[in-house]
């Protein structure tokens, strides 16, 4: 199993400009979510899925899109990027219990 | 929602002396507490975890004891090792809502040679 799949592993934009996180797992989770961890913050939770067709908000969704169209698959969609913005963006997956994270990626706003 | 409190921010200790990292939750629904590492430029991972139908697990040198009437967890590690420095983070949930977890802040643990 490759576990949680991420990319890009680094991404820089521009102010306005929008893009799309990759977010897939091999593990068959019901469970997906979206963190962004800012220093000294710890990981905040953008967005989450509970199974394909079902998502919600989380503390910080302003300026971030989610769908889940398939188990496996949860792409994260920054609509109007923002120098706010710039953060480490991690996915992660569950069944309940233990979250199995990506690699993470890491993205600046200039 | 639920509010996550993480003390001490750093923590520094000698190479062999334990380690205490505490937590306070704010959701009484929560029922599922875990404990992540993350390495320098690396992803959490979990490192142990406890349900709220127990009061303390172990784990090597690793313990999670649990105080539900408190809502405070705390993490301690025995007779730590240079490679046990890391940032840990505290967690809560309700398992039932998996992936709706809320964090703490975060410790700097440093362990010094």
């Known amino acids: 199993n490759a576990g949680v799949t991420q990319t890009p592993k680094f991404q820089v934009l521009k102010t306005g400009q929008s893009m799309t996180l990759q977010c897939a797992q091999d593990?068959?989770?019901?469970?997906m979510s979206w963190y962004r961890q800012d220093p000294g913050m710890g990981l905040r939770l953008i967005h989450y899925?509970?199974?394909?067709?079902?998502?919600d908000q989380g503390e910080v969704p302003n300026g971030y899109n989610v769908s889940r169209s398939t188990t496996e698959d949860f792409p994260l969609r920054l609509l109007s990027a923002a120098p706010s913005q710039t953060s480490v963006y991690f996915c992660a997956s569950t069944n309940g219990g233990e979250a199995f994270f990506g690699q993470g990626t890491r993205l600046t706003v200039v | 929602g639920e509010n996550v409190e993480q003390h001490p921010s750093t923590l520094s200790v000698q190479e062999g002396d334990s380690a205490v990292i505490k937590c306070t939750y704010s959701d009484s629904a929560s029922n599922y507490f875990p404990w992540y590492k993350q390495e320098l430029g690396k992803r959490p991972q979990l490192i142990i975890d406890?349900?709220?139908?127990?009061g303390e697990k172990k784990d090597q040198r690793i313990a999670v004891t649990l105080n539900k009437t408190a809502k405070h967890f705390s993490l301690h590690i025995t007779e730590t090792q240079p490679e046990d420095s890391a940032v840990y983070f505290c967690a809560a949930s309700i398992l039932r809502f998996a992936g709706k977890s809320t964090f703490g802040d975060g410790t700097t643990l440093t362990v010094k040679p």
């Open positions: 593990m068959n989770h019901e469970y």
């Open positions: 899925s509970v199974g394909a067709g079902i998502t």
């Open positions: 406890i349900r709220s139908n127990v």
